[in-house]
């Protein structure tokens, strides 16, 4: 072969071309974080599972009941008592109620719901008593049933902060000095709807709210637009509750004498005698009691000369407006 060809034809040879890379898709980087997000969530999805089949189920509550700013976890069972023979009401006297025959006199009968013994007792006295329902009690449902059937007057028992708060805890559904004007209204609704047929309520402890002038108009005004009345456990002097009732015009009556503040049978008796004396100086009395078996043995002991001294009625017979 001539040089000459062998010159042109590697001058004619073509190169191999270099090797052209598609570039990086930005689709599939995206697909496969969320291959990767999918089968992180999976795993999760998974894991959750079966620790909520594990873990025990937690129990419903019964009743509604809004957040409560402080702890309320503690119900105790009965009054905290004020000192006794408190003094007389810095006000004018509430008016007279008109008397014909003998005085009246009403008994009520504070913390029910929690016992249906002593309620069925009570109701076996077979005298016009009420009683004052503490809300969601575990059995205010069966004792208010008991009640209606048998006549007897209910009303809603409601908790408020003592001055003795935090020691001492009202209980649930307490009304607290911290709260607004409308959580207070709030909490005051709902513990009304958990109580069936009530007329009027009292407060359950209650000598730090009841001092307060705008938490007890507040109280008035649910009272009011429910149509109820009030009456003051008086726990403490220098409780507000009537001029509130009176701003408001809300029917309203104030405890005269605790029967069971002594839990002893002989003072009992010593109070049956103070509550008679009462309503024979003022036209009208009203008493408080609570399920405590010396307070039932006595008033069952005490009833009829009770009967001969006064006209026993309900506590609605003896609530007015203030003037």
Known sequence: MAPSSVKRTASTRKR????????????????????????????????????VQWLPPTP???????????????????????QEHLPAHPETPLPTIPQTGLPKAAILFDDMGGDLRFARRLVELGCP??????????????????????????????PMEPKEYPHIQPGQGALMSGMSEGRLAAQLLNDLDSLPRVVGMNNHMGSRLT?????????????????LFYVDSRTAPSSAARAAARLLQVPYAERDVFL??????????????????????????????????????????????????????????????PP
Do not use: C
Not at 63 to 69: R, T, Y
Not at 129 to 158: C, D, K, Q, Y
């Open 16 to 51: 191999p071309s270099a090797t052209r890379r598609k570039p990086a898709s930005a689709n599939g980087g995206w697909k496969r974080f969320w291959g990767w997000f999918a089968l992180f969530l999976t795993v999760v999805l998974v894991i959750g599972s079966a620790v």
């Open 60 to 82: 419903l509550s019964r009743s509604p009941a809004l957040p409560a700013s402080r702890p309320l976890d503690i119900q105790p069972l009965f009054e905290v008592y004020p």
């Open 129 to 158: 008593l009420t009683f004052s329902l503490l809300p969601f009690s575990p059995h205010r449902m069966e004792v208010a049933e008991l009640a209606s059937a048998n006549g007897i007057e209910i009303m809603a028992h409601i």
């Open 211 to 227: 001092g307060e002038t705008s938490a007890m108009e507040q109280v008035m005004a649910v009272v009011k637009s429910k149509r």
């Open 260 to 321: 069971d503040h002594v839990v002893e049978k002989g003072a009992i008796r010593r109070q049956i005698v103070r509550f008679i004396e009462t309503a024979k100086r003022n036209g009208h009395a009203l008493a408080i009691g609570h399920p405590h078996e010396e307070t039932i043995d006595v008033l069952e002991e005490q009833l009829p000369a009770i009967r001969q001294a006064v006209t026993l009625v309900p506590v609605s017979a003896v609530v007015r407006v």
